[in-house]
Nanobody
Framework: DVQLQASGGGLVQAGGSLRLSCVASGFTFDDYALGWFRQAPGKEREGVACISSSDESTYYADSVKGRFTISSDNARNTVYLQMNSLKPEDTATYYC?????????????????????WGQGTQVTVSS
């Protein structure tokens, strides 16, 4: 079974940093792109970043460019999201997800429906 296990969330002050991890299992990691999404209460789920496991090319949402970095460790089947200079508006539940194999990589970060498997989410709270 495909599984995505996200962890690393927590409470941090504005300006601080967190690193999220997503451990994948049940599929060939190198064959897929993985992404991070977030959802705040009352808001739609939005894409944050994604990475191609084969060549490590990436996409970022404009709101996190220069502050967040997505990376992958293919030996550990793990994708990371390093979040620096955190802002209160980054507060949300963060989800990792596997991008559908049929979606062309040059399509950009994409929408939630472009992703077929989701982790359980990890809460990030940034206090002002």
């Amino acid at each position: 079974d495909v599984q995505l296990q996200a962890s690393g969330g927590g409470l941090v002050q504005a300006g601080g940093s967190l690193r999220l991890s997503c451990v994948a299992s049940g599929f060939t990691f190198d064959d897929y792109a993985l992404g991070w999404f977030r959802q705040a209460p009352g808001k739609e789920r939005e894409g944050v970043a994604c990475i191609s496991s084969s060549d490590e090319s990436t996409y970022y949402a404009d709101s996190v460019k220069g502050r967040f970095t997505i990376s992958s460790d293919n030996a550990r089947n793990t994708v990371y999201l390093q979040m620096n200079s955190l802002k209160p508006e980054d507060t949300a539940t963060y989800y990792c997800a596997r991008r559908r194999h049929a979606i062309p990589w040059d399509g950009g970060l994409g929408r939630p429906r472009w992703y077929d498997y989701w982790g359980q989410g990890t809460q990030v709270t940034v206090s002002s």
